[in-house]
């Protein structure tokens, strides 16, 4: 293994041993030699990176619910049915992983819906797409609902 230069701290240098080697001071109770700078970047970034994993996965659920919604394209359904179970599931696991994120729903859902609803209405310019979700919205309606039944149920 290469040594680690003394120039730049061991952040720098490998993030995979700077991480252990935080660990073990934290479990040592060793705080007067953590790197807090890097330990607060980190923290803040963990809780950035959930929030964007959870409109990411509603980007990829709004956009498949929307396809399978307004796209009469019934050799697609399937696959678009399928990616909807699994952003339901990611997302159900995430949920249930950082509890808090329920209470940014409907921000992040507003976030999602905008860039959803412009990426289908650009791959599908021929379609008129709402320019709202007309559906429940809610974190076990968006979870479980199977829209597209509704829907035909209405016509």
């Not at 060793?30 to 959870?54: C, P, R, T």
């Not at 796209?71 to 699994?86: A, C």
């Not at 696991?93 to 209470?103: G, K």
Request: glycine share 2%.
């Amino acid at each position: 293994m290469s040594q680690i230069k003394n120039s730049t701290s061991l952040y720098e240098q490998d993030i995979l041993l700077w991480s252990e080697d935080t660990v073990a001071k934290l479990k040592a109770r060793d705080f007067d030699h953590l790197d807090i700078e890097n330990l607060i970047e980190e923290v803040e970034a963990l809780g950035i990176s959930q929030k964007k994993e959870l409109i990411s996965r509603l980007i990829v659920l709004l956009e498949h619910l929307l396809k399978r919604l307004y796209v009469n394209l019934p050799d697609d359904y399937n696959g678009w049915e399928r990616t909807i179970r699994t952003q339901r599931g990611e997302l159900e696991v995430l949920l249930d992983a950082v509890p808090s994120l329920s209470t940014r729903w409907e921000i992040s859902f507003d976030k999602a819906w905008q860039i959803a609803l412009k990426n289908v209405r650009k791959e599908y310019p021929q379609i008129t797409f709402p320019a709202e979700w007309t559906c429940d919205r809610s974190i076990e309606q968006m979870l479980n609902a199977d829209f597209w039944l509704e829907v035909s149920e209405e016509n």
